[in-house]
RNA sequence: GGCGACGUAGCCAAGUGGCAAGGCAGAGGUCUGCAAAACCUCCAUCCCCAGUUCGAUUCUGGGCGUCGCCU
């Protein structure tokens, strides 16, 4: 955080706490209670809370919470439609001056690592619109056809050469923008300092949190809040849909998948972006880790203060 | 008790007389930006014993086990 702040002290940049860590572990809690101390107002990050209804295996925040704190960027988008980082950072740059521009405390909580570091480190996305037409021809292709397509067209494009969904990505944006595909990947820090603040505990412990989340979100009425988006017309391959929960309750709903055998499907999908979330966050040095026991409230206000 | 089939990694599963596909799960990693996605790397000497053979997971015999059918 060093070079942001020559330019401006940091005293005169709005401090802007920002929660990460692995799903499960109770980021959501803790934002919450740090709204209600600190007079704020929540930005969630995350992908998938910004969709209506779905309100479930997005772990959104409850009524009760709601009414406590306002919360931002999340039950706005209709479901069947696709969101996106780009139109992500907007919204949330824009709820964040508004938050500040009434005196308030905005605090960003989040799961989604592209939605956090894009809003924090201010990525320049070009929110360039999927091209259905261009994707099925691209995807009829396989990976070796897709590069040496993208070469010809951008020499060094900068992008996971072995990976068709990259690839296919930056021929999308190439077909719009022209290349060179890395001329369009700027950043420019928020006007905000961003405080990163990470929980964390043991595998075991986040693990077993998974468990008993997914169980709860089953008993909860997963499977029937499936149903409903279902019956109201939301294709079974809409981003929700693909999220960890609705995934697996699809699953079961085609018949793949016992109701018994659901909660142990969801909790190991959660599993693995928890630790894909603990990696991403882990080499991130700007990122100061507190446990989640005892807890952590304390020693993260003194931290906030300091 | 008889007949038949099968016994390959945590699970599913291909395969061959010459040093064992793949998928899932697991572990580790990537990320200049569609990210709860995608991608990369790693991960077995084939139930046991004896025999045939230069060489057996693959062939033969005997165990043990599982499944099915029959009595």
Do not use: C
């Not at 209709?78 to 605090?107: C, E, H, K, M, W």
């Not at 091209?131 to 040496?148: C, H, K, P, T, Y």
Request: net charge neutral; hydrophobic share 40%.
């Amino acid at each position: 955080m060093a070079g942001a702040d020559a330019a401006l002290p940091a005293k005169l940049l709005t401090r802007v706490p920002v929660i990460v860590g692995p799903t499960g572990i109770g980021k959501s809690r803790l934002a919450f209670e740090l709204a209600v101390r600190l007079g704020g107002e929540i930005v969630v990050a995350d992908s998938r809370q910004v969709y209506e209804r779905l309100d479930i295996a997005t772990n959104k925040p409850s009524p009760e919470m709601r009414g406590r704190v306002r919360y931002h960027m999340i039950d706005f988008v209709d479901p069947s439609l696709n969101f996106n980082a780009a139109q992500y950072v907007r919204g949330a740059t824009a709820a964040i001056d508004d938050i500040a521009a009434r005196g308030r405390v905005p605090i960003v909580e989040g799961g989604t690592m592209l939605y956090v570091d894009a809003l924090s480190d201010g990525f320049t996305l070009t929110g360039i619109p999927p091209n259905a037409a261009l994707r099925s021809e691209l995807e009829q292709l396989d990976i070796a056809a897709l590069r040496s397509r993208l070469l010809a067209v951008d020499p060094d494009p900068g992008v996971d050469l072995d990976n068709p969904v990259r690839v296919i990505r930056a021929l999308e944006i190439l077909d719009v923008a022209g290349p060179p595909l890395r001329r369009l990947r700027t950043r420019t820090p928020p006007q905000w300092q961003p405080v990163r603040i990470g929980l964390t505990a043991s595998l075991e412990v986040i693990d077993s949190r998974l468990d008993e989340r997914s169980r709860r979100q089953v008993e909860r009425g997963l499977v029937d809040e499936t149903q409903q988006a279902l019956d109201a017309g939301v294709p079974p391959t809409a981003a929700v849909l693909t999220g960890i929960g609705y995934a697996e309750a699809l699953a079961h709903l085609r018949g793949e998948l016992s109701l018994e055998e659901l909660p142990a499907a969801m909790a190991r999908s959660n599993r693995r972006y928890a630790r894909r979330q603990l990696r991403w966050w882990r080499r991130d040095g700007r990122v100061r880790w507190f446990e989640i026991e005892p807890d952590p409230l304390p020693g993260i206000l003194r931290y906030l203060d300091e």
